[in-house]
T-cell receptor
Framework: DAKTTQPTSMDCAEGRAANLPCNHSTISGNEYVYWYRQIHSQGPQYIIHGLKNNETNEMASLIITEDRKSSTLILPHATLRDTAVYYCIVRVYGSSNTGKLIFGQGTTLQVKP | NAGVTQTPKFRILKIGQSMTLQCTQDMNHNYMYWYRQDPGMGLKLIYYSVGAGITDKGEVPNGYNVSRSTTEDFPLRLELAAPSQTSVYFC?????????????FGEGSRLTVL
């Protein structure tokens, strides 16, 4: 599975959009991009995933560049409760999946009043 | 449907002791994982399993052993505990094929080795 690179930390003002980047320049054609977040010391929580089209759900939007070498997670109206560590991982989906899932260091997002 | 259940939630060990962290899931997921998280750091994969009877090493397997005799259970064994194994341990599982493929995590087991 491809490795990912994320900034160590970011700040965002409450009510503003938080844009979290992720670089995955070695991503393969059959690898999906997944985003998780971890609040305090709880287990990470799934946010969203995508292959090549932009995706949106009730939590966030995922923008994947055309060459798929990077992506951005967007929290449209960040709240204080969105303060967390955000992880971007890439993996093969489906029967050809090796199973191995590697998390990087993630981005610590601090939402400020 | 309890999801992923880990026990114990907290444990203090003395150096050289052994223990088993239990993980069970009731979602009939084939894939299961053990991660550790040191303070202020990201998740590191210890071991994972793609099905009953099949396990494989992750990034940091030394000092640990696993077994997968059933689909539901994936215990993590610590032999000869060392202070470097002080960490929070997370078990996770996911479905193969269909659905979102997301990982479901347990609440974590906080282990201190003194």
């Amino acid at each position: 599975d491809a490795k990912t690179t994320q900034p160590t930390s970011m700040d965002c003002a409450e009510g503003r959009a938080a844009n979290l980047p992720c670089n995955h320049s070695t991503i393969s054609g059959n690898e999906y991009v997944y985003w998780y977040r971890q609040i305090h010391s709880q287990g990470p929580q799934y946010i969203i995933h995508g292959l090549k089209n932009n995706e949106t759900n009730e939590m966030a939007s995922l923008i994947i560049t055309e060459d798929r070498k990077s992506s951005t997670l967007i929290l449209p109206h960040a709240t204080l409760r969105d303060t967390a560590v955000y992880y971007c991982i890439v993996r093969v989906y489906g029967s050809s999946n090796t199973g191995k899932l590697i998390f990087g260091q993630g981005t610590t997002l601090q939402v400020k009043p | 449907n309890a999801g992923v259940t880990q026990t114990p939630k907290f444990r203090i060990l003395k150096i050289g002791q052994s223990m088993t962290l239990q993980c069970t899931q009731d979602m009939n997921h084939n894939y299961m994982y053990w991660y550790r998280q040191d303070p202020g750091m990201g998740l590191k994969l210890i071991y994972y399993s793609v099905g009953a009877g099949i396990t494989d090493k992750g990034e940091v397997p030394n000092g640990y052993n696993v077994s997968r005799s059933t689909t539901e259970d994936f215990p993590l064994r610590l032999e000869l505990a060392a202070p470097s194994q002080t960490s929070v341990y997370f078990c996770a599982s996911r479905q193969t094929g269909g659905g979102t493929g997301e990982l479901f995590f347990g609440e974590g087991s906080r282990l201190t080795v003194l």
